[in-house]
């Protein structure tokens, strides 16, 4: 989900302070491995050898098997599509958690997702500028609204989020994908905001 | 201790019934959530990060989520008392998880037209006699955990380094975030499908998945 990309954005100082469905690129706080020293145990927790390019999942690949199984949660979660939440839905979910909880790199990839996947970056982007309570018609309000209450600490989520999602059309499968993609951005978000910094 | 499924078994969510069904439709986000539980507490190799350290880490970043999510915390507190933690150490643990509890998340942006959103909250700092009953590596694990829980966006180099001081080595830090990060990831999942169980709709009864 967080492959490394070229920085467009022309912030001189080099963080960004704002969030942004610009580009940004990451950079790791700890050294990861050198491609040079991956075994084959490392090559299987990477999952995709393109992966193998990127300093946070070789940062990551030093515990293999974390790595391996939290690379296929997030791929099920996120691309299993033939039913269930369509995926604009879940990349919504995703980047409402990482507004919420703070992480200007995950909500910059999974913006640009959302508004990839739904064609509504003007609303996107004003879940960026306003933050969580923006409204944003009644099906994505009450998506971004679960996964704000999920991300809470204690969890908020209660029955009046679920019958909210059934009010707008979620079925208990769809459900289950807003909670999923929502709780899998608690993970996400805490190691990039951990590990490194955007750039 | 056989964990088949800690999830639906922390959910309540039994073989054969209509959520059981939901979830098999994600059947790798299922199995690997599971497989990341077991990778995090049944290693290959624990390496210097041992499964006593494990046990109390994940005490306390369930615990710190307070009582919605109490199942999750005694299901952890049980699995470190089985591990063989000294009596003394679960109570070290359980006064620390203890100390933390509070809401958020809260912290800082970095400077900039996002500081108007910043948010103060507790920076939680073990006092010195915890300290020593937790010993120096545990404590600080203890108050990196309440960093990533409860203020993620307050994260820095120098939190890493305080691990580093502390004994913790690069790959330790490593699995170290993952758990974390995975638990708060667990726990959210099993808060959203026992309620989503607990409310059943009113017009949908039989769980058939449109």
Known sequence: MTDTTTATDELPSGRPVAFTQAELDWTPWLEPLAESELTERHWTGLVDRARGKNPYFRLLARDPEILAARTKTDKDIFYNTKTGLPRAERELAAAATSRFNGCIYCASVHSRFATHFSGRGDDVQRLLDEGVSVDLGARWSAIVAASVALAATPVRFDATHVTALRDVGLDDLEIVDVINGAAFFNWANRLMLSLGEPV | ?210
């Open chain 2, 1 to 210: 201790m056989s964990h088949a499924d800690v999830i639906d078994h922390l959910a309540g969510i039994e073989p054969g019934t209509p959520l059981d069904a939901v979830r098999s439709a994600r059947p790798e986000a299922r199995s690997q959530a599971q497989a990341s539980f077991d990778a995090l507490f049944t290693p290959l190799d624990a390496g210097t990060f041992d499964l006593v350290e494990r046990w109390a880490v994940a005490t306390v970043v369930t615990a710190f989520h307070g009582e919605p999510s109490a199942g999750a915390a005694a299901f952890y507190h049980q699995q470190l008392v089985e591990s063989g933690a000294a009596p003394s150490l679960v109570d070290a643990v359980t006064a620390a998880a203890q100390a933390g509890v509070t809401e958020g998340p809260y912290g800082s942006f970095p400077a900039g037209p996002l500081s108007g959103e910043d948010t103060h909250g507790l920076h939680l700092a073990i006092d010195e006699p915890l300290r020593s009953r937790l010993g120096e590596r545990l404590a600080a694990a203890v108050e990196h955990v309440h960093l990533l829980v409860f203020r993620p966006r307050d994260s820095s180099s120098e939190a890493l380094t305080r691990l580093e001081d502390a004994g913790w080595s690069v790959d330790d830090i490593v699995t170290l975030s993952q758990e974390v990060a995975f638990l708060t990831f667990q726990v959210r999942v099993v808060a959203g499908l026992g309620t989503l169980l607990a409310t059943p709709a009113a017009a949908d009864l039989s769980g058939s998945i449109r």
